[in-house]
């Protein structure tokens, strides 16, 4: 599919990569283990987000802007993965730097496995924001993928399928490819590549279809795509956790080889997540004036903020499988007698019955009350968990509320939102007063 006049014209398509002639047929190979290589990536989004009702939604202007340099040193056995160090990355959305990547001492590893692409800090969890700058679309570890896996000549051309476009445009499933590479000229030294086409699929649930055109430049010699030039145009639905997108994107990557090594001050050489790196997948979310924070796996998404609660909703299967309301509690500390008796009086008022009540402490050495129960909502059955969290010393506590449409879960027993609860940290008041706000979105 073609770009619209004005997106061509912005990527500078023609204008971007140098002429050169041809070769006879050859095959290109990507060397998923080159070492160290420097890298700039950009995107630049602009568009419509669509909330509320998905018959009549509400149409909001948007637009993003996230730039990045690194350096990496990659692996290609058993996984596709790269150590990163940043020196500069800044995502700002309608003007409004929303997060940053620029110690050049924090070591980032990326890792491509089953289809999908994860970025991590060997040190912390990330935000959601810090996630969003750190997976840009076109990856440098998903470009190999647009490489054929045959000898090829000048006009060849080859099918892009799934498990190549979704881990570069950052699906999490795709459902229908129709998308093509064709080898547009070839030298001893390079190729390059036009890619066109259009991909259905789904991010955090909601469904999407995405038409892609754009132009790869390929290092024969390195076994590497150097430059990728993308113009994405997203029609995204709103989904159970995310808004709707009605966007154009640009997308720009190059790649260059760094013969002098790693950026200063980086270790020269670390062991990858196999060896023994640890990696966090977590994402950090906090409280409304940073009185509190948690982790949780990367499926839990924000839902909404106000100045006493976050929402945040489970996304599996393309479906929100859980809700977990948090709100902080200021001003009291209610006892396990009052609390259960709150939470019964909710439950009851949702025409539910209490399953059992419960007390004990979280890993992080907050005090814990729980309530279960169950019941029927809009005439599924339905189960709600309302819970107490306090630190031993003087604090704000956090009250919780889980809902969900069956009694989900996880394989090991536990509950979905005991995999966040069990990391809430509350911060005592005396650190609280000297925190700054952080109302930030995703």
């Known amino acids: 599919m073609r770009l619209t006049a004005p997106l061509a014209a912005a990527l500078g398509l023609l204008a971007v990569l140098p002429v050169f002639g041809s070769e006879p047929a050859a095959k290109l190979t990507h060397n998923g283990a080159i070492g160290a290589v420097r890298v700039e990536a950009s995107l ?65 590893v990326a890792e491509l496995r089953d289809g999908a692409l994860s970025v991590g800090s060997t040190t912390r969890s990330l935000t959601r924001n810090e996630i969003h700058l750190a997976e840009l ?15 090829v000549q000048v006009s060849d051309e080859w099918t892009l399928g799934a498990e190549a476009l979704g881990p570069l445009l950052g699906l999490d499933s795709v459902t229908l490819c129709d998308a093509t590479a064709v080898l ?16 259905h699929g789904a991010s955090a649930g909601a469904t999407t279809e995405i038409s892609l055109s754009g132009v790869a430049l390929v290092d024969r010699r390195a076994g590497l795509v150097t430059q990728c030039n993308l113009g994405l145009e997203e029609r995204r639905e709103i989904g159970p956790a995310t808004p709707g997108l009605d966007t ?18 980086a270790p020269a050489a670390e062991p990858l997540p196999d060896q023994g790196l640890t990696v966090s997948y977590l994402t950090r979310f906090e409280g409304p004036r940073g009185e509190w924070s948690c982790e949780a796996p990367r499926g839990w998404r924000m839902l909404s903020r106000t100045s006493a609660t976050l929402s945040l909703g489970l996304v599996e299967d393309n479906r ?12 009291r500390r209610p006892s396990l007698e009052q609390f259960s008796t ?39 059955p339905a189960v709600w968990r309302h819970y107490l969290l306090a630190p031993a010393e003087p604090g704000p ?23 966040v609860l069990d990391r809430l940290v509350i911060r005592p008041w005396s650190k609280i007063a000297a925190t700054p706000t952080n109302n930030r979105r995703e």
């Open 184 to 199: 547009t000229d070839l030298t001893v030294s390079h190729a390059r590549l036009r890619l066109a086409g259009v991909v």
């Open 342 to 380: 709150e939470a019964r009086s909710a439950i009851e008022a949702a025409s539910g019955a209490v399953a059992g009540v419960y007390e004990g402490a979280t890993p992080t050495g907050l005090i814990s009350y729980a309530v279960h129960g169950h019941g029927e909502q809009s005439g599924e």
């Open 248 to 265: 154009t994107a640009k997308v720009s990557v190059r790649c260059a080889v760094k013969d002098g090594g790693l950026a200063d001050g």
């Open 137 to 151: 679309p076109a990856d440098p570890l998903t470009l190999g993928g647009l490489l054929p896996t045959k000898a």
């Open 44 to 108: 630049v989004v602009g568009g419509e987000m669509l909330r509320g009702d998905p018959a009549t939604p509400e149409r909001l202007p948007i637009s993003a802007e996230a730039v990045t340099a690194y350096r990496q040193a990659t692996r290609a056995e058993p996984a596709a993965a790269a150590r990163r160090w940043y020196e500069s990355g800044t995502l700002t959305v309608r003007g409004e730097k929303r997060a940053s990547l620029a110690d050049p001492q924090e070591t980032f």
């Open 320 to 331: 929100l499988a859980a809700e977990l309301l948090l709100r902080t509690l200021p001003g």
């Open 397 to 419: 506590a956090v009250s919780a509320v889980a809902t969900a449409p069956t009694p989900t879960r996880t394989d090991d027993g536990a509950t979905p939102e005991q995999a």
